[in-house]
């Protein structure tokens, strides 16, 4: 049963990681290899690095929102998102230089493919980041992060349109969320909160970029597909920057500190410790770990902005946390045999 265990955990792990699976063939060859132990490792690494990446993350968010106090959301967003370009460059050179497939640093970027994917993915990540940033006027670090975090949950209602089959879960995890919303946004007020709206946008345009993004995934190189996206995305932010706001250098480099955190650390730092902690992890743990970015939202809020929920927002937070986490529980159906 162990030896059955490795092998089916050995070929699923074949596809992302390349590098690791040829060694581990080698080593299952000549029987020396600890395979226990090194699988152990790597779960490890793996779990560590996603949660550095989903604590930065969610302190990102008390940077977007400092940093409205000093320029606009689409110049905060340009600004940001050529701090990633500029951080994933020298990034994306140290992840080039182990490969040995001939190809030089530039000419793996000469591929049509990869700078389709980049744009496509590019102009929703535009949409969601900057209805992010404006809806973080209005509302608390902490409760946008539970409002974005619904891209989750809508990511397999998505995909029961393009005919894929979701959790059985799912409908259950819609009510909790929907529940969750109403103490978040509809409880005790008289409106709803104009900021909160802009949030389940950005929620929406999310989850349409994770499954375009999932669409390119297998055939693109990651990094280089994080770094177009946020160039299309600076290009896009700049535009609208131009034609709706008065950025000054001066308020700029007021917001320097925000913007390099979020730009640098958020973006480029995140993303790229996503992609390594993926490579060494199974989807469900991964996504659960990621899920906690909400959380480390709301205490970095209360910590640095002092921002303090009320009660029914601390329910509604929990709620819309309990079906994150309920979305992506895999369910085993047993198999009839005939």
């Not at 393009?162 to 059985?168: F, H, T, V």
């Not at 529940?179 to 509809?186: E, T, V």
């Not at 929990?318 to 085993?332: D, E, G, N, R």
Request: charged content about 15%; glycine content about 8%.
């Amino acid at each position: 049963m162990a030896i059955n265990w490795y092998n089916n955990h050995f070929c699923s792990y074949y596809t992302i990681k390349t590098k690791h699976c040829k060694r581990l063939h080698f080593s299952l060859k000549c029987g020396i290899f600890p395979l226990g132990d090194y699988f152990m490792k790597e779960r490890i690494k793996g779990s560590a690095f996603l949660l550095l990446a989903t604590v930065i993350w969610g302190s990102a968010f008390v940077a977007q929102s400092v940093g409205m106090d000093h320029i606009g959301p689409f110049t905060f967003q340009a600004v940001r998102c050529a701090m990633a370009v500029i951080g994933l460059l020298p990034v994306i050179y140290l992840f080039d230089r182990p490969k040995k497939d001939g190809k030089t640093y530039l000419s793996r970027w000469m591929d049509k493919r990869l700078w389709l994917a980049g744009i496509l993915c590019g102009i929703p990540l535009f949409l969601a980041v900057n209805l992010q940033q404006i809806g973080l006027i209005d509302t608390d670090a902490g409760k946008s992060a539970f409002l974005t975090a619904m891209y989750i949950i809508m990511v397999p209602l998505i995909g029961l349109f393009l005919k894929r089959k979701p959790s059985p879960m799912i409908p259950f995890a819609v009510l909790l969320a929907a529940a969750g919303l109403y103490l978040l946004s509809c409880a005790g007020v008289a409106q709803i909160n104009q900021g909160d709206l802009f949030l389940l946008g950005c929620a929406l345009m999310f989850a349409i970029q994770i499954i375009v993004v999932d669409h390119f995934a297998d055939s693109v190189d990651a990094l280089r597909l994080n770094c177009i996206q946020s160039l299309v995305c600076t290009v896009l932010s700049a535009i609208a920057m131009v034609g709706t706001e008065q950025p000054t250098w001066q308020g700029i480099s007021d917001c320097l500190v925000p913007l390099a955190y979020a730009g640098f650390l958020s973006l480029g730092a995140g993303y790229s410790l996503q992609i390594l902690g993926q490579q060494r992890l199974e989807p469900t743990p991964a996504s659960l770990i990621m899920s906690l970015e909400s959380v480390f939202a709301v205490l970095f809020g209360c910590l640095l902005l002092h921002e303090r929920l009320s009660a029914n927002e601390t329910i509604g937070c929990v709620l819309v946390f309990a079906a994150v986490i309920l979305s992506q529980i895999p369910i085993k159906t047993k198999k009839q045999t005939p």
